[in-house]
């Protein structure tokens, strides 16, 4: 519980950081839309830690909706594998 509670703050805190230096109110909304998104993905991916999640929820994509918030994903399992 801590790590999210001191996650969160991290986020709050360079939110609030931004919206004051920088100029550009587009970058502000950008990077606290970013830091939301980030936030939230970051509770669903640890519900991918629950055993026989993935058979019970094929439907929950909680780490891949984190990969994709952080823009770090790796190529999809059902691409063919190069020879």
Known sequence: ?????????????????????????????????AGAITFLTAFLMHADTIPGAAEQYPWFMGAAALCQSSAQCPEPSSAPAPP
Not at 17 to 25: A, H, I, P, Q, T
């Open 1 to 33: 519980m801590a790590c999210a509670i001191l996650f969160g703050l991290h986020v709050f805190v360079v939110c609030f950081y931004e919206s004051m230096r920088n100029l550009n109110s587009l970058s502000v909304i950008g990077i606290e839309i």
